[in-house]
Structure formats: C-alpha cells, structure tokens
C-alpha cells in the first residue's frame, strides 16, 4: 500500500539539521510541486467542409499551446517576486513528485508552492507556514459519465467501476473518495489511466464512469465537453498552499505577502495570475486555514480498496 507523504519526510527529517546554508543563502528557491495546475492550452476553431456544397459543416478544435508553460509562468513569477520584494527569489520544478519531496525534506527550499496535503504534512513534520493561497478558488473533483448516460445520481451509478489517475492526486482521486466515503458511497477503482484517458475513454463508450479534477475539465475543448457531464462534484476544499520554510526571516515573509496580495492590482503581476491558475488573486493564508484537510486519513482511506486489476480498460467497464 502507498505510503503517506509524512513516511518521507520523516525518514528524512534529522538531515535537515545539515543543510542549513540554502536557508541561509541570499537565494530563495521556490519549490513548484508536480501537481500544481498548468495554464490552459488555448483552441482554435476549424469549420470543416466549409466550401462544400454537398457535405455538412461542422467545427472542431486545434488544440495549440498555451502562450506560457508552467515552468516559465513560474519564472516569470520569481522575477516579479523578486523585483517587488528586494529578494532573490529562483524557482525550481521538479519533474516528479518523489523529487519534490525529497528536496521538501532535505530543506532545499525556502519557499513551496504545493497541494493542500502536501501542505498539512509539511507544516506538521517541517514547520512550513503559509504565505498565500488564491482566493474564493477552491479545490474540487469531478464525477463524469458521457453525454448520452442517463445516470442523474450516485445511486444510479452504484453497480459501476470508478476510473481514478491512481491514488496519490489530491483533486482527482483523494478528495473524491474521500467526499464519497463521508456519504457511504464505495465504487471498486480502477487506476490505470490518466485524466486524459479517462475523458478520451468515456467519449467512445469504453468506460462508463470516471473521474477528473475540475482544472483538467475546463482545459479540455469545447466539442469534448459537450460528449461528457459531471454527474456529481465533491465539495470545495482548501487549495494549494504558498508557504515559507520556518528559517526565511520574519520581515522577508511579510515582504512576499505584500507582494503577492498585490499581484492583481499590478499590471505585470494580473498578467501573470492566468498562467498561474489563479482567477481572483492571492490572499493572506494562516495554517489552520487547511482544517478540512486535517481531517483526511490518507492511511485509512488507502486501507481496504476494492481495486479492479485488469490488464485492460475495456475489462473494467
């Protein structure tokens, strides 16, 4: 069974005491979690059969990229962090979770932007404190079913096999189940595709039931959103955190929440907040602001799955 992030950093926890010089360091290096949201790609229209007099128009979308990737939205982020603060502020992003965890752990960052778990674990085993989080802009998951289903309720899709993208992502798989275990629902799980396979596979019938998280639903193309529905979404919870290592200074954490509560009244700083996934701005955030996470046993809720094992999707429909 999966382990908790709290195994890693508490194996890891007295080699902190010996990496002391990066918090001392004039350079605060931002860590960007795996799992923080990507800016959306954008969609260019195509009318098809456009100049035909026999066959029937229709449009579909090209997907393009979008005008920033995640890794130079961060940059760009640092940059401006840095011009309004005095500080020096680089970001670093990881390409996997194990990594970002490790350099969480082995304190190479002053600063982390990362999942609202990741976030109670490190305050509990680092003493991470919060900075920031956006505001009015919760966290949810989302149960699809295709178009055509006629599934209204839970209840109606009680004899179904959920599709999960594993177990460890916090929107699409840890706050369903755990939103489902606290209204007794239990699906049996299967766990071998992505998000992105999940919708491809729904659209064409091959599975009946899935789940996503709501930033992966608004970055898909018009013409698929309408092939899918959201049969149910889990509550609102608490999203990612901002947060400083316990040793930045007092007067650097409220120079850095000056600066990002301020970001949507800048013009540099509003231009970034898009490609951040951040739709109304940042606000100031306190530890227990996380108290609905506090409450997720990611132990127990890993406990006693009943998980669907085929060699193939088509299998667990």
């Known amino acids: 069974m999966l382990k908790p992030l709290s195994y890693i950093f508490s194996s890891l926890l007295l080699v902190l005491a010996f990496y002391p010089s990066v918090l001392l360091a004039e350079t605060l290096v931002l860590g960007v979690a795996p799992s923080a949201e990507a800016p959306f790609p954008r969609y260019e229209e195509v009318l098809n059969n456009a100049n035909s007099k026999v066959l029937k128009t229709y449009s579909s979308y090209r997907k393009l990229p979008p005008l920033k990737t995640k890794a130079q939205a961060w940059k760009e982020t640092s940059i401006y962090l840095s011009g309004q603060t005095g500080l020096n502020i680089v ?13 969480l752990a082995l304190g190479e960052y002053a600063l982390v932007y990362l999942s609202p778990l990741q976030f109670v674990t490190a305050r509990n085993h680092l003493g991470f404190q919060a900075l ?30 959920l599709s999960l993208p594993g177990l460890l992502d ?32 729904l659209v064409t019938g091959e599975i009946n039931f899935g789940s996503v998280s709501e930033h992966h639903y608004l970055s898909l193309d018009p013409a698929t959103q309408k092939k899918i529905k959201i049969l149910w979404e889990t509550p609102g919870y608490t999203p990612f955190a901002l947060a400083a290592n316990p040793n930045v200074p007092f007067y650097s954490v409220s120079k850095l929440q000056r600066a990002l509560i301020s970001m949507g ?22 530890n227990s602001d996380w108290h609905d ?25």
């Open 91 to 103: 970001s670093d992003l990881p390409t996997s979770q194990l990594q970002f965890e490790r350099k």
């Open 170 to 201: 916090f929107a699409s798989s840890i706050a369903p189940r755990f939103s489902l275990d606290r209204l007794n629902f239990s699906f049996p799980l299967y766990l071998k595709l992505s998000e992105s396979e999940i919708v491809a596979k």
């Open 132 to 161: 920031a989080k956006r505001k009015a802009q919760p966290v949810r998951g989302l149960l699809l079913v295709s178009q055509d289903n006629q599934s209204k309720t839970l209840r109606d899709v009680k004899q179904e096999i």
């Open 293 to 317: 996470i506090e409450q997720i046993d990611i132990d127990m809720l890993n406990n006693n799955l009943q998980v669907v094992d085929h060699s193939t999707p088509e299998q667990a429909k």
């Open 265 to 286: 009244k800048k013009a540099q700083g509003k231009n970034l907040l898009p490609y951040l996934q951040v739709n109304n701005g940042f606000e100031i955030a306190r």
